[in-house]
């Protein structure tokens, strides 16, 4: 006796798009609540290195804030790449075009962070709050 199941319907595949989506979503949530707490949280850490100027401490919070930037960067990039994994197994369902969001977005493989606009727009400002430690962290050598 087999126990062959039987082939997955359209109905079936309708769920996984929605199961797809839903992680897509979450994914999306987290990726800008995570932003808007680094953004928050370097803030604070901006303003403390301020009033610790030409202290060890400034210094301290300026390698700290650098590390946190690092940190950040590398969730972004894992975040985004959740997102985009939910995007393209969605487009991959053997699923009619009308019924399927994803099916005529131009994402192909893993992602194509670099045509990604708001992407790069995030990474920089990324970039900048770690400018803005590196330079705080030198301005104390060269007060």
């Not at 079936?12 to 953004?39: C, F, G, P």
């Not at 301290?60 to 975040?79: E, H, K, Q, R, Y």
């Not at 075009?97 to 992602?111: I, Q, T, V, W, Y």
Request: charged fraction near 15%.
């Amino acid at each position: 006796m087999t126990n062959a199941s039987p082939p997955p319907t359209l109905n079936d595949y309708l769920a996984t798009l929605k199961l797809h989506v839903d992680l897509a979503n979450s994914e999306k949530q987290a990726i800008w609540a995570r932003q808007a707490s680094m953004v928050v949280g370097n803030s604070l850490l901006i303003n403390a290195i301020e009033l610790e100027k030409g202290s060890w401490i400034g210094s301290v919070l300026s390698v700290a804030g650098l590390f946190l930037c690092v940190l950040w960067g590398l969730m972004t990039w894992d975040g985004w790449g959740w997102f985009y994994k939910s995007i393209l197994d969605a487009k991959k369902l053997p699923i009619p075009p009308e019924l399927n969001p994803f099916s005529s977005l131009p994402h192909k493989d893993k992602g194509n962070r670099h045509s990604d606009t708001i992407f790069k727009c995030t990474m920089t400002m990324i970039v900048l709050f770690g400018l803005i430690y590196i330079a705080q962290f030198l301005r104390n050598f060269y007060e």
